[in-house]
């Protein structure tokens, strides 16, 4: 129960500042504000551009914080449960538990979404877990499994929030990687097989990430 | 025809969830086993489930599906994490 409620409510926040952006007209002042160090969760949030000054709005930020992600918990409940309306005794209760449990986290940092990036990320990332799973499927099947496991270091460059969670998460579909741990900006893969390459790899991934995200393009990383 | 090809979909997902749990069994150590985990039962799931899609009657129970997926999805790779991080750092944080 703990354990999924962050996710819902990142998924209430997403909706919040989710704007669709394919031309790019203006992905540095949007991105920017992702771009702040981790250390301040708790100071004013800057979700969007329709997010006024520090003062005074805070609570009503709060509140429709909230409304956002109570709306949101509840259509997912309605959808599971068919709208039936007996279902309603549990699915009060969840909701406004839920929608308050979210409003205690931080903030998360704004972002918005590519049509064309998400759908060619889409694509890519179907092809490359089916490629995953067959790679340690035979692995798994074959006699001696061409194991040669490792860890490698890795830096992350993409900013804070949900382009790294992205990132991180997906590495872990792609064949023979495993992120397996995080040091402050160090991403620590682990990689079924030392022979093969890992750099031009997660590179690739990272410029998906960026194009998913309307990012600009990646500044100093090759 | 749709009822074949969904029986065949979710027959092909069962071998990826025998694939995962072999790999479990058989290779070395944690994080071996975490790649077979989170990737051939990733993949053995989206195909039972798009299996089971295909013979749902609405669209409402197609949701569903897609949500279970997605849930499950974001949740294997968070926990795949997860594991892997305790398991490092359990083991003294070695490097290589």
Redesign the interface.
Same mark, same amino acid.
């Given at each position: 129960m703990c354990?999924?409620s962050p996710?819902r409510q990142n998924a209430g926040a997403r909706v919040q500042t989710l704007t669709l952006a394919d031309r790019q007209d203006h992905p540095q002042a949007q991105a920017v504000p992702a771009l702040r160090p981790d250390t301040g969760p708790d100071t004013s949030p800057d979700t969007g551009p329709d997010t006024g000054p520090d003062t005074g709005p805070q609570r009503r930020q709060r509140l429709r914080r909230w409304l956002t992600s109570a709306l949101v918990l509840a259509v &997912?409940w309605g @959808?599971?449960t $068919?709208w039936r309306a007996d279902a309603v005794v549990f699915g009060l209760p969840a909701v406004v538990v839920g929608a308050t449990l979210g409003a205690f986290l931080p903030p998360a940092p704004g972002w918005r979404l590519s049509l064309r990036g998400a759908l060619a990320f889409a694509l890519w990332f179907g092809v490359q877990? *089916?490629r =995953?799973? &067959?790679? *340690?499927?035979g692995?798994?099947?074959s006699p001696d499994?061409a @194991?040669r +496991?490792?860890?490698r +270091?890795y830096p992350l460059t993409l900013p804070q929030g949900a382009p790294r969670v992205m990132f991180? $998460?997906?590495i872990?579909?792609l064949? =023979?990687t @495993?992120?397996?741990?995080?040091h402050g900006d160090t991403l620590?893969v682990?990689m079924?097989d030392a022979r093969t390459a890992l750099e031009p790899e997660l590179a690739d991934l990272e410029s998906r990430i960026r194009a998913l995200f309307a990012l600009p393009p990646s500044p100093e990383h090759s | 025809m749709l009822e074949l090809l969904g029986a065949g979909l979710i027959g092909l997902g069962a071998v990826f969830f025998v694939a995962g749990t072999v790999g479990l069994l058989r290779f070395p150590d944690v994080f071996c086993r975490l790649h077979a985990l989170t990737k051939a039962d990733g993949l053995g799931l989206a195909l039972i489930a798009l299996g089971v899609a295909l013979q749902a009657g609405t669209g409402g129970a197609v949701f569903r599906i897609a949500l279970i997926w997605g849930f499950v999805a974001l949740a294997s790779a968070t926990c795949g994490h997860l594991i892997a991080r305790h398991a490092r750092q359990m083991a003294g944080g070695r490097h290589d």
């Open positions: 354990a999924t996710m &997912i @959808l599971l $068919n877990s *089916v =995953g799973a &067959i790679d *340690v499927a692995r798994a099947f499994m @194991l +496991p490792c860890f +270091p991180i $998460n997906t872990t579909l064949p =023979g @495993l992120s397996a741990e995080i620590i682990h079924l | -």
